[in-house]
């Protein structure tokens, strides 16, 4: 993931695309559409707090809303440390 967000940077803004309607359209909030989270949620967290980092024109996610909430929920979860620490 993080050699494709790297690497183009249109396919970075489709990811980015995907997944801020995955969260809009998912009944409970997380990626998987389950009731708590998943694996899925702690990996996609990750790398969206990166995207700043790795793909031009993301330096601002505030432009996509539901993956800010997304990535505000998954590190308030217990035992959750972001990937650079």
Do not use: C
């Amino acid at each position: 993931l993080t050699e494709m967000l790297t690497a183009d940077a249109e396919t970075g803004m489709k990811l980015v695309d995907y997944f801020e309607r995955n969260l809009r359209e998912s009944k409970y909030g997380w990626v998987a559409t389950t009731k708590h989270p998943s694996v899925a949620d702690f990996l996609v967290a990750s790398y969206m707090q990166m995207l700043p980092q790795l793909v031009k024109g993301l330096e601002d996610l505030t432009k996509y809303p539901q993956i800010v909430a997304h990535i505000d929920k998954v590190v308030r979860l217990e035992g959750y440390t972001y990937l650079n620490e």
